[in-house]
């Protein structure tokens, strides 16, 4: 890692470690016990952290330019109208 590259990297990464009562281990132990986590690990995390059913979709940018996507999504799920910014505003 950058921050481990050099001297004055490693001993500041070691001071924010210490810090943060963890050990010099880490920079060791961390990468591995990434590598060790599934796709279904991060979704079994995700569903007992995030609620989607209660989540809030809020897509900005130029309506012209982002028209395409949202439709696809709408497309995906179509029982939630797409409002315009005005709506947005009002509703706000």
């Not at 010099?24 to 609620?51: C, F, G, I, K, Q």
């Not at 497309?75 to 709506?87: F, G, Q």
């Amino acid at each position: 890692a950058l921050s481990t590259s050099t001297s004055s990297g490693l001993a500041s990464t070691l001071s924010v470690l210490a810090g943060s009562g963890v050990g010099p281990e880490y920079l060791a132990e961390h990468p591995r016990a990434l590598a060790r986590v599934t796709a279904d690990d991060v979704l079994a995390v995700a569903a007992s952290v995030l609620a989607p059913a209660r989540l809030v979709p809020v897509l900005l940018g130029d309506r012209e330019k982002i028209e395409p996507f949202v439709a696809a999504l709408a497309a995906l799920d179509s029982h939630e109208p797409v409002l315009t910014e005005a709506e947005a505003t009002r509703s706000a």
